[in-house]
């Protein structure tokens, strides 16, 4: 056991773990540099990761080279050169201009903070390429007609969703793959026509429901398999049931019936894990992954251990520890925030897609591989803080600079807090790690002011006094969340999703209705617990003080219905 310099707190090093690190350890200059045993707790070095990713903190600023206006992740005032997506993607700038010498007499992050901020960043983290009239969507690729998606791929017409994945026609989504016209729809696959489902798996015009599987028409349902025509886990009629949906729907609006349906989901047990077709894994929400341990929110993810939101690819992603986001093929990689499309033995890098062999390395992409420290290459190689080298320049420089940083200990540990290109709260760190103002500043980690909304000098009207069938013109105001105050407006094609399935408009904001949506998952963490049916042992997310009935696998597949 070792504690965390982080927090303290003891963690296991396992032999397991051990013979990764042994096994991706570099070669530079046929000498491999091992990879030292970590010195943060597996939960510490997650959040140092997270704080890499800015999904949904975005703002309006020029281009640092064209001076256009452009949508951005980071704001005005930041210290590095920012690009808009046609000028970074293009070859208006040369990225071996900011290239420059290692100076041995200093530590590397030193070195790399001082670079980074010289570097052009892009304004948002999409493959410019793939995406057809998605302009205000992050972190994604293969858009086409989406609004305010990220951590999201290959979806259509699909809005206001985090991990959206091969979707069409969703609105207010989370963590839902090949899904179509799903409303509130959180953890489900295959589903479609629904709203307010959970954990729900090849169903269909199902609604305020929760782990179904293979169901159709059913309404306030738990636990259930391959069921029609039910209504709160009671078997009725054609007839009766589209009666007692619709007399319902007239008695109570859908937030007092979304809170009905959660006390009535209280009284029936849980899944220890959700999953779908694991073998030997443990963590939560996962889906045809084999042999993964404290892993969330991932699929076709084999071998691999403190892993989380990797998404199915043409291949299963294989060998991998730490990675965060977004998988499609990764292998062999370790301590990577935002790692794919086919991204092989990537080590210490952030942003880096379709390369292999690179190491401490960002905004590295298509067809990279051996780099070290460098930033916004394409289609390079052999290169060291952006300078080009021949191979045995480049292996013997690596060397040194390896053996440097196993002397000043920075040698396998990835970016800290400190130097991240976006303030803490402005990530995606603040979904797992909330922290206030004072604590973050107390840490010495960067903090950012919220900025005055641009939608303040628009026509204003409180969330709790939107009309109930509203005109067009709701388009040009600006809604009061009524749950914080802070404003948002509705869009042409959101209003016309809530026309179509018959959905009264929003009365809080985007971003309250995503907290809303995570709330529903369990957090990313383990414990040990007895089964509430069986007493057997099980490791789950489900914290031994919680109330709910949890049974282990062949507890609950015995009892679903």
Known sequence: MKNCLQCGLPFEITDQD?????????????????????????????????????????????????NTSMLSMYRSGVPFPVYCLDCWWSDKWDPFSYGRD????????????????????FSLAVLRQTMENSDYCNHAGYLKNCYLLVNSDYSEQCLFGKGVNRCFDCLDCLKTYDCQTCYEATNCYNCAFSSYIIDCHNSSDCHFSSNLIGCKNCFGCVNLRNKEFYFFNERLSAEDYKARVADLMTQKNREEIWGDFLAFRKNHFMKWMQEKNTENCSGDYLVECKNCQDSYDCEFLENSRYCSDLKKGEKVSFGNYDISFFGTGVDRSY?????GYGANHTLFCE????????????????????LFACMGLRHQEFAVFNKKYSKN????????IAAHMQNTGEWGEFFSIRLSSSAYNETVVMDYFPLGREEIEEKGWPYAQELPSPLSNLPKISGDALPTNPTDDILNVAIECAETGKLFKIQKAELAFYRKMNLPLPKVHPEQRLLRRLSLKNPRKLW??????????????????RPEKVYCEACYLKSVD
């Open 335 to 339: 301590e990577c925030s935002v790692a």
């Open 393 to 400: 320049e480049y292996e013997a420089l690596c060397a040194k």
């Open 528 to 545: 040990e617990r007895g089964c509430s049916l069986c007493a057997g042992a099980i490791s789950t997310t489900f914290a031994p003080n």
């Open 102 to 121: 290692f100076d041995f007499s200093r530590p590397f992050f030193d070195q790399w903070v001082e670079f980074q901020n010289t570097v052009p960043h």
């Open 18 to 66: 051990l013979a990764f690190y042994a096994e991706v350890s570099p070669s530079f200059n046929s000498k491999k540099f091992a990879v030292p045993e970590p010195k943060l707790c597996p939960p510490c070095r997650l959040q140092r990761r997270l704080v890499w990713r800015n999904e949904r903190s975005l703002y309006v600023r020029k281009c640092d080279l064209c």
């Open 351 to 370: 942003n880096v897609w379709q390369s292999n062999d690179i190491y401490y390395s960002q905004f590295c992409m298509q067809n990279c591989h051996d």
